[in-house]
T-cell receptor
Framework: QKEVEQNSGPLSVPEGAIASLNCTYS??????FFWYRQYSGKSPELIMF????GDKEDGRFTAQLNKASQYVSLLIRDSQPSDSATYLC???????????FGTGTSLTVIP | DGGITQSPKYLFRKEGQNVTLSCEQN?????MYWYRQDPGQGLRLIYY???????QKGDIAEGYSVSREKKESFPLTVTSAQKNPTAFYLC????????????FGEGSWLTVV
């Protein structure tokens, strides 16, 4: 059973649109949730983290967490071609202080 | 500058050889991790360490070994027992605050020739 699941995509959106990326997790004891961006051939870069139910906004990015549904999402407003990358969802579980990563969603922003 | 330094960036291994990937951090982080990423795949945990002189196996530890003799250093050895070692290897560290945010080095590409 996978700990963290993401739709692998690819997801394509036109420039200026909102991109919506989704992630579900299996461990109800999970405490912290992270979104990373990974360009091809590069290491993941942290976009933002969230640990309370609700929304958290940072610039064009909004993370949404619903612990009851075990669901976390990332919205990217005013998408730019430079946002084209793979987005990884990561979850920190309660036991063992381990991080589990989804397989990532590939996003392409079309100029 | 503070950060996580991995070396070498590119490494070629012959069949039957052991190779060691270096990971050094000057962020004063207690926890360090090694992940493996195959093309088009997610990150899989190889080993992690929360404190000096202690480390635990992750999901795919077979064929790998690590040491944690210093807080700053967490080298990974890919042994000849690892039958399919060609992959992108990522070292990471985390801090106990900010939700234990995990930060990555630039990665090392290992290819078997």
């Amino acid at each position: 059973q996978k700990e963290v699941e993401q739709n692998s995509g690819p997801l394509s959106v036109p420039e200026g649109a909102i991109a919506s990326l989704n992630c579900t997790y299996s461990d109800r004891g999970s405490q912290s949730f992270f979104w990373y961006r990974q360009y091809s051939g590069k290491s993941p870069e942290l976009i933002m983290f969230i640990y309370s139910n609700g929304d958290k906004e940072d610039g064009r990015f909004t993370a949404q967490l619903n612990k009851a549904s075990q669901y976390v999402s990332l919205l990217i407003r005013d998408s730019q071609p430079s946002d084209s990358a793979t987005y990884l969802c990561a979850v920190k579980t309660g036991a063992g202080n381990q991080f589990y990563f989804g397989t990532g969603t590939s996003l392409t922003v079309i100029p | 500058d503070g950060g996580i330094t991995q070396s070498p960036k590119y490494l070629f291994r012959k069949e039957g050889q052991n190779v060691t990937l270096s990971c050094e951090q000057n962020l004063n982080h207690d926890a360090m991790y090694w992940y493996r990423q195959d093309p088009g795949q997610g990150l899989r945990l190889i080993y992690y360490s929360h404190i000096v002189n202690d480390f635990q196996k992750g999901d795919i530890a077979e064929g790998y070994s690590v040491s944690r003799e210093k807080k700053e250093s967490f080298p990974l050895t890919v042994t000849s027992a690892q039958k399919n070692p060609t992959a992108f290897y990522l070292c990471a560290s985390s801090i106990p605050t900010l939700g234990n945010t995990i930060y990555f080095g630039e990665g090392s590409w290992l290819t078997v020739v």
